[in-house]
């Protein structure tokens, strides 16, 4: 497969990293977001094949067994994964690859591919973090389990390419533009 550029954005949940993604995909033409696998139920207002593709655990576990994930996990019971395949379809196209991903995701991705750039999204402290949560109206596992998650996530700030706190999303997104302006022609 030849391999194109692969931007990771990783960090506690509720840190905002979907939310960059998603600004990034709107305002770059040329960065795409692979739709990933999950065994969850589809919520309200998604869409098969397009927010992800929805499969029960056996179709899952078929995948994993053929190896078509590049990185898969089980997060809070549910499985989620992002195949090769569509690794490959979006590179075909000559676009940057933009994904959110836990640090394990993260991880997977760095060793599959040699162009990988990784972004830490920090919030500005756990107690904003703690807030953010509950806006949310955060689902099972507790409050408490995610933010313990958090704190220990947060070593990974100083392990990635590069880093930035989203106490501000317009300060944040300036960052992260200015990351992919640099990376982009790499």
């Given at each position: 497969?030849?391999?194109?550029?692969?931007?990771?954005?990783?960090?506690?949940?509720?840190?905002?990293?979907?939310?960059?993604?998603?600004?990034?995909?709107?305002?770059?033409?040329?960065?795409?977001k692979p739709v990933s696998y999950t065994t969850r139920s589809s919520r309200e207002g998604e869409v098969d094949g397009q927010s992800y593709y929805f499969l029960?655990?056996?179709?899952?576990?078929?995948?994993?067994?053929?190896?078509?994930?590049?990185?898969?996990?089980?997060v809070y019971g549910e499985l989620y994964g992002t195949s090769v395949e569509e690794i490959r379809k979006i590179w075909v196209r000559g676009k940057i690859i933009i994904k959110d991903?836990?640090?394990?995701?993260?991880?997977?991705?760095?060793?599959?591919?040699s162009k990988v750039i990784t972004v830490f999204v920090a919030p500005p402290s756990i107690d904003a973090l703690r807030q953010r949560l509950l806006k949310r109206g955060q689902e099972a596992p507790s409050l408490s389990d995610r933010l313990?998650?958090?704190?220990?996530?947060?070593?990974?700030?100083?392990?990635?390419?590069?880093?930035?706190?989203?106490?501000?999303?317009?300060?944040?997104?300036?960052?992260?533009?200015?990351?992919?302006e640099k990376v982009k022609n790499l």
């Open positions: 497969m030849n391999e194109g550029l692969f931007i990771v954005l990783s960090g506690p949940s509720g840190a905002g990293k979907t939310s960059l993604v998603d600004r990034a995909l709107k305002e770059y033409s040329e960065l795409q029960n655990r056996e179709k899952f576990r078929e995948f994993q067994e053929q190896k078509a994930f590049v990185e898969w996990a089980e991903l836990d640090i394990q995701g993260m991880q997977s991705v760095k060793k599959a591919f313990l998650q958090a704190e220990g996530e947060m070593i990974w700030k100083n392990r990635c390419d590069h880093s930035l706190i989203n106490e501000d999303f317009e300060r944040a997104w300036e960052h992260l533009k200015k990351i992919i």
